[in-house]
């Protein structure tokens, strides 16, 4: 056999050293992979060596907001969101809770944060300053809860770009909501709840608003009819305010509405037909209202309704309602309607609704069940009847005590006659 040349024996020494040495390139080149396979995705934590931007810091630490070593991070703070930007991150939320007494807001710091998109004050009684139009025109977010010692229609109206606006538990100095929300366009979550709001509701409203939350205020006047035109209205809560007149009878256009409370004004009327249209109704809360007419049937054809307050109105007639629709709710209340009573045939006898049985003319039985309530009317009166004749024949009749006092009285008075009788014989 002919011996290799040097030349090629340099080549196999070379080539066997090389696999030897970076055995992962033998692999890479004795299998090599498609060209068309995607290059490895950067790992999640390429900007987690990003530190928040120096002007944000410091205007953290001005507005004494307590921070760990890395703002952004958020196992170490609950309550800053940043985004990834490099080389600097920056805060596009912020939740200042529980503020101490040395927090307090400066104009300079809140430049600093114009990147944000979500601003929240919660049990937080600083003082509040204007914000600088940088960062009411970021704000996309706003809530205020317990804070901010006094605030003005005028101060809220500026964050014009807000589409979730949350005030509540706050003295609101306005002369009615439209001030607040005429300007804001792009709204769809509004809550102005107990701010201590006067004036009316607003008569014209920004078609993206799904969430209306107006309650515990001392709004007046009639429920405008330009409000059932929110086709997209989800949730609608006027509760515990001075409103009065009806229920629009366009209330029924809000297709959309799963929970709705009016309880606790002065409306008036019945409750309109058009409300059988809203197929997906889960909340209705009509309570302590001055409703009046009969219950319509349609709601017991209401499939999702699970909570139902007519109670302390003057509602009047025979509840449309059976047993099966009674046990489908979690929560039914209709107490306190005078001229409202049940059929109990349709109902078990035990059934505790805070109104009377129905008599056979339809008309609540009097006096008025206190316990449990029979099914038999004819038992109910025939008891009644009893029971009242029963009191009668021992109110008048003699009483025990006193008779006995007669008839002691009579053997004494009987004694000392006969002992007379029996001395003047001896004598």
């Known amino acids: 056999m002919a011996m290799a040349s040097p030349d090629l024996s340099f080549v196999l020494i070379s080539f066997t050293l090389f696999f030897s040495i970076f055995p992962s390139h033998s692999k890479l080149l004795s299998s090599p992979s498609p060209i068309s396979s995607p290059s490895p995705k950067p790992s999640p934590s390429t900007h987690s060596s990003s530190i928040l931007d120096p002007k944000q810091l410091k205007a953290l630490q001005s507005l004494n907001i307590p921070i760990g070593k890395d703002p952004c991070n958020p196992q170490h703070n609950t309550t ?24 307090a807001l ?15 004050f919660i049990n937080c009684p600083v003082k509040p300053i204007k914000f600088p139009a940088q960062l009411t025109s970021s ?31 706050v003295s609101v100095t306005a002369s009615g909501p439209s001030i607040i929300l005429s300007s804001m366009k792009s709204l ?47 949730f609608l809560n006027l509760s515990s305010n001075s ?30 037909d058009s409300i059988a249209a809203i197929s997906g109704l889960v909340h209705l809360d009509l309570g302590s209202n001055k409703l009046n007419g009969s219950i319509p049937e349609f709601i017991s054809d209401m499939k999702r309704l699970k909570y139902l307050n007519l109670e302390k109105n003057n509602f009047h007639g025979v509840l449309p309602f059976n047993a099966s629709f009674i046990k489908r709710l979690d929560v039914l209340k209709i107490g306190e309607n005078a001229n409202l009573c049940y059929n109990h045939s349709t109902l078990s006898k035990k059934v505790k609704l805070g109104i009377a049985p ?15 309530i029979n099914s038999d009317d004819s038992d109910d009166s025939e008891d009644y009847a009893d029971d009242e004749s029963e009191k009668k024949h021992h109110s008048h009749g003699p009483s025990k005590v006193v008779l006995g006092i007669a008839i002691a009285l009579s053997l004494i008075v009987f004694l000392i006659v006969f002992l007379i009788l029996l001395a003047k014989c001896c004598k």
């Not at 009806?246 to 002065?266: A, K, R, T, W």
């Open 243 to 272: 409103l009065n007149g009806s229920i629009p009878e366009s209330f029924g256009d809000l297709s959309s509405l799963q929970n709705v409370s009016l309880s606790s004004n002065s409306l008036s009327g019945s409750i309109p």
């Open 80 to 103: 800053i969101t940043c985004d990834s930007s490099t080389p600097f991150r920056h805060i596009v939320s912020l939740s200042l809770t529980n503020c101490s007494d040395d927090v």
């Open 358 to 372: 129905c008599d056979k003319h339809g008309l609540p039985m009097s006096p008025p069940p206190s316990k449990e």
């Open 106 to 120: 400066s104009n300079t710091a809140l430049k600093s944060l114009s990147t944000l998109n979500t601003l929240k």
């Open 188 to 234: 769809r979550i509004v809550t102005l709840s107990d701010a201590n709001l006067t004036g009316y509701l607003p008569k014209h409203w920004h078609g993206n608003v799904s969430y209306i939350d107006l309650s515990g205020n001392k709004l007046k006047g009639k429920i405008p009819s330009s409000l059932t035109e929110l086709e997209n209205l989800v």
């Open 139 to 169: 704000l996309k977010s706003f809530t205020c809860i317990n804070s901010l010692k006094k605030l003005t229609g005028v101060w809220l109206s500026r964050l014009q770009n807000v589409t979730n606006l949350t005030v509540s538990h």
